[in-house]
């Protein structure tokens, strides 16, 4: 620290399994004379700021230029090895609860700032206390929302933010966290290909459980009804937004956004046992929304004339690596998610009391071999194996779709030769053998359904 004594470095305390707020019990005793750091890690560079001076008297060659969103609390950019920080005058234990519950976010690979810091026992030269404060790290290529236009907002840019807001408390909520000051102005956006991905950076009054209540979710959503509506009217009121825009019908939308995002990730949907092309129809609406489905629970009803679905949701970039460690395929990520999900059902319909590992080798042996086996000589070199078993699945699930029945994988396969691949059937006739219940019932070069 410049002008000033030396610090004690402190381990997190973070329990991670602690759930709701953190206890009082967490705060640490003064050390007096020296500066109290909390972090998981130790980075020297943080004793060269001016920890002696209050935030708002920081010199101006201590600071980063960026742009601030609202806050009810005093906050500067600063550079720290490289990188960009975010330094926050608060309470001890406000500080400590909410570096508390990023670090817990974090694990949960929940869309958030990252926590650095948490340094208490600030003083003046003369002798004065300061504020304790939060430090974090600065999101790259973030923006809060009053920062992502120059003039006046359009209603299309608006309606991405929230929706981007909406599936920010999916994931949220998914996790069990209790967000209870949900608001765009504590939130930060990234430009991502058109739309916005949102990300967490005001934890203070978050709390963690294991899974929350409907009426925990339902006021988190009220909050950010409320909150979203009066940002919006001042907005309107600065002429920072279209002026046909309607600050309470807007705001409503993040409801019905986050409503149908949860119905759609929880719900579970039941259809009759030669409708099984539906299980391929709801993740392919999952993946549209964004998510990834990592497996899917498929159940049997008692008389046996039914199966209920319940999809087990990931972030992106699950499924190269479980491919890869299943099957040794090595695939793109789109690729990847729609082999594992045929997968899947192959293995809940010929035999799901196997592990999942057996059932991959013979995935590959009775469906991917044999299918990249069945195209012609003369086309195989077009296309990499893995994206012509995933083209081909893809071509499937069209034709059960339009059909509205389970279209057999021998079928599909000829037509995907006769339609996608423009082959004549006479210089390409294929005999595949139809569905297989058993990993040995197939012949070599069968495929299974």
Not at 196 to 217: I, K, M, N, W
Request: glycine share 6%; net charge negative.
């Amino acid at each position: 620290m410049k002008n000033g004594p030396a610090a004690n470095w402190h381990d997190e305390p973070t329990d991670f399994g602690q759930m709701g707020r953190l206890p009082r019990g967490f705060d640490m005793p003064p050390a007096i004379g020296a500066l109290n750091i909390t972090s998981a890690t130790t980075d020297e560079q943080l004793l060269d700021l001016p920890w002696h001076l209050a935030l708002e008297q920081w010199p101006v060659a201590s600071l980063a230029v960026l742009p601030r969103g609202l806050s009810r609390h005093i906050v500067r950019f600063a550079h720290l090895s490289g990188s960009v920080i975010a330094v926050k005058e608060t309470g001890e234990h406000a500080a400590r609860h909410e570096y508390h519950m990023l670090r817990k976010l974090q694990r949960l690979d929940v869309p958030c700032v990252e926590p650095l810091a948490v340094i208490t026992g600030r003083r003046t030269p003369g002798g004065a206390e300061l504020d304790p404060v939060l430090v974090t790290r600065h999101l790259r290529f973030s923006l809060p929302y009053r920062a992502l236009f120059s003039q006046t907002l359009r209603e299309q840019t608006l309606t991405r933010l929230i929706d981007a807001q909406a599936l920010l408390l999916v994931r949220l909520h998914l996790a069990g966290f209790y967000w209870g000051d949900v608001s765009l102005s504590n939130t930060l956006f990234r430009r991502d290909a058109g739309a916005f991905a949102a990300y967490l950076v005001d934890a203070e009054t978050g709390e963690l459980y294991p899974e929350l209540s409907t009426g925990q979710r339902e006021y988190d959503l009220e909050i950010a009804r409320v909150n979203i509506a009066g940002e919006l009217m001042d907005l309107h009121e600065g002429g920072l937004i279209e002026e046909k825009i309607d600050p309470l019908a807007t705001s409503e939308r993040i409801m019905d956004i986050y409503r149908k995002l949860w119905a759609e990730l929880t719900a579970q949907e039941s259809f009759d046992l030669g409708e099984r092309w539906r299980v391929n129809a709801r993740i392919r609406r999952l993946n549209e929304l964004g998510f990834d489905v990592e497996e899917f629970t498929i159940k049997t009803t008692a008389d046996g004339s039914a199966i209920q679905l319940q999809p087990k949701v990931v972030d992106a970039g699950h499924h190269q690596r479980r491919l890869l460690e299943l099957t040794g395929i090595d695939a793109e990520e789109n690729q990847a998610r729609r082999l594992l999900n045929d997968m899947d059902a192959y293995r809940a319909d010929n035999h799901p009391d196997l592990d999942q590992e057996f059932s991959a080798h013979s995935w590959v042996r009775h469906v991917f071999e044999p299918v990249v086996r069945a195209i012609p000589r003369e086309l195989q070199g077009k296309l990499e194996p893995a994206e012509v078993v995933h083209q081909l699945l893809e071509h499937r699930w069209y034709l059960s779709e339009d059909q509205k029945r389970n279209v057999p994988l021998a079928e599909a396969v000829q037509s995907y030769i006769d339609t996608v691949l423009r082959h004549r059937r006479d210089e390409a006739a294929i005999l595949l053998q139809e569905d297989v219940r058993s990993p040995d019932a197939a012949e070599p070069g069968a495929v299974a359904g």
